[in-house]
């Protein structure tokens, strides 16, 4: 799975890197609620689709949590990792390092970073909010 080709591919569709529009121009509603510990999570119910977002966590933490969901909704539909972590053997891991890969790319797209060369990638992902260390995901 090319991680990276999905990601251009949605932004050059509809134009922006932004995960809150994004969501929006996929019919996806975006909530806050108390979610104690859990940064959200993505969810379908009736053929809706929903991203959750823990209302107590920062507005930069918020954003890459709503790419990570975002991400869950574009690379793996119909798979609900609270299921299989509660009801199976089957590691989550990879699913989950495939939603911080997505959203990494989409945060710190390659044009911004060779827009400002001098820049690391460190103090880019710090300002986007994408919680250290998980820029070594970007491709």
């Known amino acids: 799975m090319d991680i990276k080709a ?25 909530m806050y609620a108390e979610l104690g510990s ?16 823990n209302q107590n966590i920062s507005e930069e933490l918020q954003a890459y949590t709503c790419a990570h969901e975002l991400g869950h909704s574009v690379l793996h539909k119909g798979v609900s990792t609270p299921f299989l972590k509660a009801h199976t053997l089957f590691s989550i891991d990879k699913i989950e390092r495939q939603a911080n890969t997505f959203a990494v790319e989409l945060l710190l797209p390659d044009e911004l970073l060779q827009q400002y060369p001098e820049t690391s990638i460190h103090r880019f992902a710090d300002m986007v909010g994408v919680p250290m260390g998980l820029e070594v995901l970007k491709k």
């Open 6 to 30: 999905a990601v251009k591919q949605l932004t050059h569709k509809h134009k922006t890197n932004n995960p809150y529009e994004l969501a929006q121009l996929l019919n996806i509603i975006v």
């Open 38 to 53: 859990t940064w959200g999570y993505f969810t379908t119910y009736k053929r809706s689709k929903f991203i959750i977002i």
